[in-house]
C-alpha cells in the first residue's frame, strides 16, 4: 500500500502516486471496471494532473487550501491514512523524549536532520544526523534501566535517508548494502579495519525493553569512538549515571548524547565517516530525592561530561591523568557542570546551545 508520507506533499504529487499505486492493482487484483469507478469518483472533473496544477494557480489561498484537503480526504481509504515519516524537518513525532518536550535550542545549521528513531511500530529515541558526515551530532533519550542483557542485535540504517518515500522503520542491512543507502549514511563496511569501535550515543543499556535496546543498533545512533574510550572511562561514565538514576531519582532521566569534531577539520573513517573528538553527555533529572547527600548535590537536577576520542589531543577541555594505565590513558572523562559543557558546546560548534529547556528548573 503505498503512502503519501507528509501534508506537506503537493496535492498533484499524491495524485501522481495515486496513478501508479491505480496502475499496480490494474495488474494484480482489481478489475478494469471497479478501477473506472472509483477514478471517477475521486477525481471528478480533474482529468490529469496537469490540470489540477492549473487550477490550484488560479485559486485564491483560502479555496487552494479547501480544495487540497478534500483531495486528501478522498484518498485516505486508498493510501490507509497520512502517515509521517521519521524523517523531517523537526521532532515533532518525537517530542517525548525531550525534557518539556522541547529538543536543544540555539542549533541554527541546515546540514542537521532530525530523526524520530521508529523500530518495530514505536518510536524509541531521537536523533540529530549530519548527512555529509554521515553520522549524528546527538541522540536523546528517556533513561531507563535494562531489564535484560545487551542484545546480539543485527544492524540497521534509516531508509528515508535514501528513499524519502520509503517505510518510516529501520531496517537491517542487505548484502551488499544499497548504493543509495551507502551515499546517504554510513555501513558497516565503513568500520571494518577502521581502528574504531562503534561508539553508542544511545546506549543499549540504558534502555530497559529487549526492543528498545536492539532499536539502539541501527548506524544513525553511532559513532567512530576508540576502544580505550568505550570499554574505559566512558563506560564508567554510563554505569555512573544509571547508578545516579536509581540511587536519587524519582521521575525520568533525560539525557542527550553527542559529539565535538575537530577544530582542525574533519577526520574520516574510510574518507566518508567523520570521526569525533570528543564525546560528550549531560542529564536532566527534573525530581529526585529531597535529602540529597551534600556530595550529591550539584548533580542536580543536572550535570554532564566530557570525554576525550582522541589521545593525542591538546588537554584544554580535558586533563589527562598520566597515571591512568595504558589501555586508557588519554582516553579521560572529565565531569562538569551544565552550563561549563554548554559553553564548550558554543565554543567548538559557534552556536549558543541550550540543552534543556529552562535548565531543567
Not at 483560502?62 to 486528501?72: C, E, I, V
Not at 531521537?126 to 531489564?147: E, F, G, N, T, V
Request: aromatic share 12%; proline share 6%; hydrophobic share 35%.
Amino acid at each position: 500500500m503505498y503512502k503519501c508520507l507528509s501534508f506537506h506533499n503537493s496535492i498533484s504529487g499524491c495524485m501522481t502516486a495515486f496513478a501508479r499505486h491505480e496502475s499496480h492493482h490494474v495488474k494484480t487484483a482489481l478489475s478494469d471496471k471497479l478501477l473506472c469507478h472509483q477514478h471517477k469518483t475521486l477525481f471528478g472533473r480533474v482529468t490529469s494532473v496537469r490540470q489540477l496544477q492549473v487550477e490550484e494557480r488560479r485559486m485564491s489561498q483560502r479555496k487552494t487550501l479547501q480544495f487540497s484537503t478534500g483531495a486528501l480526504l478522498l484518498l485516505l481509504p486508498w493510501f490507509g491514512g497520512l502517515v509521517i515519516g521519521e524523517i523531517s524537518k523537526d521532532f515533532s513525532q518525537c517530542l517525548d523524549f525531550f525534557y518539556n518536550r522541547t529538543p536543544p535550542q540555539g542549533i541554527t545549521a541546515e546540514v542537521y536532520q532530525p530523526i524520530c528513531q521508529r523500530y518495530k511500530n514505536q518510536y524509541r529515541f531521537a536523533s540529530l544526523y549530519q548527512r555529509q558526515h554521515r553520522a549524528p551530532l546527538y541522540s536523546a533519550y528517556i533513561l531507563s534501566p535494562a531489564d535484560g542483557k545487551r542484545p546480539n542485535a543485527t544492524w540497521m540504517y534509516e531508509p528515508q535517508l535514501a528513499f524519502s518515500r520509503a517505510s518510516p522503520e529501520m531496517k537491517s542491512f542487505f548484502i551488499p548494502a544499497d548504493q543509495n543507502v551507502i551515499e546517504s549514511q554510513a555501513v558497516r563496511q565503513d568500520y571494518k579495519y577502521s581502528n574504531y569501535t562503534k561508539g553508542h550515543l544511545n546506549p543499549s543499556m540504558h534502555r530497559k525493553t529487549k526492543e528498545d535496546r536492539e532499536a539502539t543498533f541501527t548506524l544513525t545512533n553511532i559513532v567512530p569512538q576508540r576502544a580505550g574510550s568505550n570499554s574505559g572511562p566512558w563506560n564508567s561514565l554510563e554505569n555512573d549515571m544509571l547508578r545516579k538514576f536509581k540511587a536519587f531519582c524519582r521521575g525520568p532521566m533525560y539525557v542527550i548524547t553527542g559529539v565535538l569534531p575537530y577544530e582542525s577539520g574533519a577526520h574520516w573513517i574510510n574518507k566518508r565517516v567523520s570521526v569525533p573528538e570528543y564525546m560528550w553527555s549531560a542529564y536532566c533529572c527534573p525530581s529526585y530525592n529531597d535529602n540529597l547527600p551534600e556530595s550529591m548535590q550539584p548533580f542536580f537536577p543536572t550535570y554532564a561530561a566530557v570525554g576525550r576520542n582522541d589521545r593525542n589531543s591538546g588537554e584544554e577541555i580535558v586533563p589527562v591523568n598520566p597515571r591512568a594505565k595504558a589501555f586508557v590513558r588519554g582516553y579521560d572523562v572529565r565531569r562538569m557542570s551544565l552550563e561549563t559543557l554548554e559553553s564548550i558546546l558554543a565554543q567548538r560548534l559557534a552556536m549558543s546551545i541550550s540543552l534543556f529547556d529552562g535548565q531543567c528548573q
